[in-house]
Each structure stands twice: as C-alpha cells, then as structure tokens.
C-alpha cells in the first residue's frame, strides 16, 4: 500500500501545482490541508480508511498523528509539514518525527508530507529505512523539489 499512497500524495501534490491561486494554497492552515487531502484520498480510493488527528501518547505527552491511511490491515501514518524558512531543516525533522511516532505505534511505514506551493516543479520523493530492534521502519518524504 505504501507505493499506492506515494501516488496518491503525488497526484494530490499535482491538483495543487494545477489551482487557480497557489498562493491560496500557501496560506492555507494545516487543517485545510488536510480536509482538502480527506476529500481527495476519499474520491480517489474510497476503500481506504482515512482518521485525521489521531491522539497518540508518547509518555506523558499527546500529540495528534495528522493522518493515519488503513487499507487491507495496513497502516501508514501521515504527518504533513507546511514550507517554511529553513525549509530542508523543517523536512529532516519532519523525518525524526515520522520514525519517533512509528517507533511508539509499533507501526512500521511512514510519509512526511510537504505540499508544493509553486505551481510548477518537480515532486522529491525519498524512502529512508532505519532498523530498529527487529523492525526495519520505512518513511517516505514526499516534498517540492528545490531548485538550487
């Protein structure tokens, strides 16, 4: 399922790039984000399951998981980062925080999600694999690709 969701994120990323005010899109919230990310992955394979803002417990702290993608008793967990300054900082982060939540759930697949905001450019799309004890955890960082 993992390589269906890249798809999924990428075709989302492209309906993005394809609206009429990027713009809009760079100054939406993160909960608009992602209730335009349910709608499309609800029209485009409405047999995954699809829970946002799942609470987690990590110690004594909660946080919120923003996505969790379910299909055939697979589980991906979705976390999605708004671009900012220092924005590949933002992404290697992004990543720790993925393999953090992986590693509490027990889960082992993960994408960390940052939507293009240009309307133009390529999508990056990098799997990072770290072993931890008998688990090999996987996440996949889906973000615009950046022109240096």
């Given at each position: 399922?993992?390589?269906?969701?890249?798809?999924?994120?990428?075709?989302?990323?492209?309906?993005?790039?394809?609206?009429?005010?990027?713009?809009?899109?760079?100054?939406?919230?993160?909960?608009?984000?992602i209730?335009?990310?349910?709608?499309?992955?609800?029209?485009?394979?409405?047999?995954?399951?699809?829970?946002?803002?799942?609470?987690?417990?990590?110690?004594?702290?909660?946080?919120?998981?923003?996505?969790?993608?379910?299909?055939?008793?697979?589980?991906?967990?979705?976390?999605?980062?708004?671009q900012?300054?220092?924005?590949?900082r933002?992404?290697?982060?992004?990543?720790?925080?993925?393999?953090?939540?992986?590693?509490?759930?027990?889960?082992?697949?993960?994408?960390?999600?940052?939507?293009?905001?240009?309307?133009?450019?390529?999508?990056?799309?990098?799997?990072?694999?770290?072993?931890?004890?008998?688990?090999?955890?996987?996440?996949?960082?889906?973000?615009?690709?950046?022109?240096?």
């Amino acid at each position: 399922m993992i390589a269906q969701a890249i798809e999924l994120f990428q075709g989302f990323s492209r309906e993005l790039q394809t609206e009429n005010d990027v713009q809009i899109n760079h100054l939406m919230s993160e909960t608009e984000l992602i209730g335009k990310l349910l709608g499309y992955l609800s029209v485009a394979d409405p047999s995954i399951n699809v829970g946002s803002h799942v609470p987690l417990a990590i110690g004594r702290n909660r946080v919120q998981i923003d996505l969790l993608l379910e299909k055939g008793g697979e589980k991906i967990l979705v976390e999605v980062n708004r671009q900012t300054t220092e924005f590949m900082r933002r992404v290697r982060q992004g990543i720790e925080q993925v393999y953090a939540y992986l590693s509490v759930t027990q889960l082992t697949n993960g994408i960390l999600f940052c939507p293009p905001i240009l309307k133009k450019g390529e999508i990056t799309v990098k799997r990072h694999t770290r072993e931890v004890g008998s688990q090999t955890l996987v996440v996949v960082a889906i973000y615009p690709k950046l022109d240096r």
